[in-house]
């Protein structure tokens, strides 16, 4: 069974990332489960979906030490679902800070050491940097396709696959943008 944490805040397009794993894993054969928690996402708090896939899935909740992958759309969101990663799992972070309401108000500070903690303690990591993709895109929205273009570079499904799931789940107007946005994620060094 493979086990995927997509986690970010409000805004992010952390479900939808969810449900392009969703629809790939189902055209792939699978059973797939889905789990969403959103939090105080409309007020940029935490977001987070868990999907599993396998022959069979009786549940979408993944226990602590059980998540193949992480994928954090922000640094800090990745230190919170660090619990949940497997010892031989892989987490992939986003390289982007974006401050919580503590830090705002002055009660509390972003810590610094995240990318220097994660490479002296985690055996399966990649810091990825979205913001010149994102840039070349012309849309800071593609994040969330952007992320699953990396993530798609560890699980074994054809390309066309991802491209069917985000034609069946983006408008229409957006899908070329979309479609370019996985591309780019998937240059993005493994």
């Not at 059980?66 to 949940?84: P, S, T």
């Not at 490479?119 to 810091?127: H, K, V």
């Not at 570079?153 to 979309?178: C, G, M, T």
Request: hydrophobic share 45%.
């Amino acid at each position: 069974m493979k086990s995927v944490i997509f986690a970010g805040v409000g805004g992010q397009g952390v479900i939808l990332a969810s449900k392009v794993l969703m629809e790939t894993a189902m055209e792939a054969g699978y059973d797939v489960r889905e789990s969403e928690v959103h939090g105080m996402a409309q007020r940029g708090g935490s977001v987070e979906c868990t999907v599993r896939f396998d022959k069979k899935v009786y549940s979408p909740l993944i226990p602590k030490a059980g998540a193949d992958y992480i994928v954090a759309f922000e640094k800090l969101e990745a230190m919170r679902k660090l619990e949940y990663l497997k010892a031989d799992g892989t987490i992939i972070i986003n390289n982007l800070q974006i401050d919580p309401v503590p830090v705002i108000n002055g009660e509390a500070e972003y810590p610094s050491d995240i990318e220097a903690w994660v490479i002296e303690n985690l055996y399966g990591y990649q810091f990825v940097d979205t913001a010149e993709v994102l840039k070349e895109l012309g849309n800071a929205k593609a994040l969330n396709i952007v992320m699953l273009g990396v993530l798609s570079q560890y699980l074994d499904f054809p390309e066309s696959a991802w491209h069917n799931a985000i034609r069946s789940l983006v408008k229409e107007k957006f899908i070329d943008l979309n479609i370019a946005a996985f591309t780019k994620g998937r240059q993005l060094k493994k």
